[in-house]
């Protein structure tokens, strides 16, 4: 037998209290998301299907958050792509339906090992390579490009040193979420 939250079973849309208590949630996401560099979208679409006790179809989902289908087209493409969304096929049903990724924690790891991650190695390159430029001008024979060189590397393998120590915070962090998840 077939029972909520099963795409077989399709409930009734929400009653007006509770599709604007669905929006202003999914607008307080969204808002939090472009803090974090992301479209507001992703997190509108993400909530939404969060929030809905069974998976959607592209349909009801635009109808809800009131936007075209091509906006809902690429935001689930990018949705997908973080893992926040995945398509549900519902057998004899021809429209695919999307549910989101219900296990937060697992979206932030993503998040914080791909593309914070990937954004501390990139700067630690470049402060790295910045070094070695500077302390390349610490040999001039200009006294005053010397002083210059010796300041810049200062201030350099500090940047070199404060970028390590976010990887290693981030490290820590990513891994007791892991260990939150498992436990």
Known sequence: MSGP?????????????????????????????????????????????????????AAEACERLGISTGLLSMT??????????????????????YEAEVQVWRMVLRVLGSRERGALDEALRAFEGALEDVRSSMVDADPSVRAAARFR?????????????????LRILT?????????
């Open 76 to 97: 689930l493409a990018d949705l997908r792509a973080w893992g926040a969304v995945r398509t549900v096929t519902v057998p004899g049903e021809r429209r695919e339906r």
């Open 175 to 183: 891994e007791a979420i892991a260990g939150r998840r498992r436990g």
């Open 5 to 57: 939250g099963n795409a077989a079973t399709p409930l009734a849309a929400p009653p007006s209290v509770l599709r604007r208590a669905e929006q202003r949630a999914a607008d307080a996401v969204g808002a939090l998301l472009v803090l974090w560099g992301f479209k507001r979208q992703m997190g509108r679409v993400w909530t939404v299907l969060y929030l809905s006790d069974r998976p959607l179809t």
């Open 153 to 169: 590397a200062e201030r350099l393998t500090r940047l070199v040193a404060h970028t390590r120590g976010a990887a290693g915070l």
